[in-house]
């Protein structure tokens, strides 16, 4: 074998080695924190914008149906009882009571099972008192990815 040939491969293994090596690494430290941040984020924005509409039902659900159609996420906002106040998109779960309290308590919770969701506390306008939270969920979709569509 020439040494160009030689060189040529050794050149390609590597290349092959780095980027098996650097995938294995982002696969097993990273795993989506910077989608479960941004479903946080994204939920702290939806729980704003319902608090500001929570006292108007059909309001609130005008909003959160545009939400969906730019954004395409499911949502829905619930009093402290768990009952749906509105929603828009495709109907989510209930949350485990564990996320809820901690919604209740203050705090937004992002989780990646059974799908992508994240849930945030909506506060009174003035107050910090929790009044309700509001749920973000991506929709899962069979058939192929949205890379190969308009």
Request: glycine share 8%; aromatic share 4%.
């Amino acid at each position: 074998m020439r040494l160009h040939s030689r060189v040529y491969l050794h050149s390609l293994a590597v290349l092959l080695v780095v980027g098996a090596a650097t995938s294995l690494v982002f696969a097993l430290l990273h795993r989506g924190g910077v989608f479960r941040e941004m479903g946080a984020r994204m939920a702290g924005h939806v729980a704003a914008l319902a608090a500001e509409r929570l006292h108007d039902p059909a309001g609130l659900a005008e909003r959160l149906t545009r939400l969906h159609t730019d954004l395409d996420v499911d949502l829905a906002v619930r009093d402290l009882d768990g009952r749906v106040v509105a929603a828009a998109g495709s109907r989510m779960p209930p949350p485990p009571a564990d996320v809820l309290a901690a919604a209740r308590d203050g705090q937004v919770v992002a989780r990646a099972r059974p799908v992508p969701y994240a849930v945030a506390p909506v506060r009174r306008p003035g107050s910090s008192a929790v009044v309700a939270t509001a749920e973000v969920g991506s929709p899962r979709r069979f058939g192929p990815p949205g890379l190969l569509q308009p």
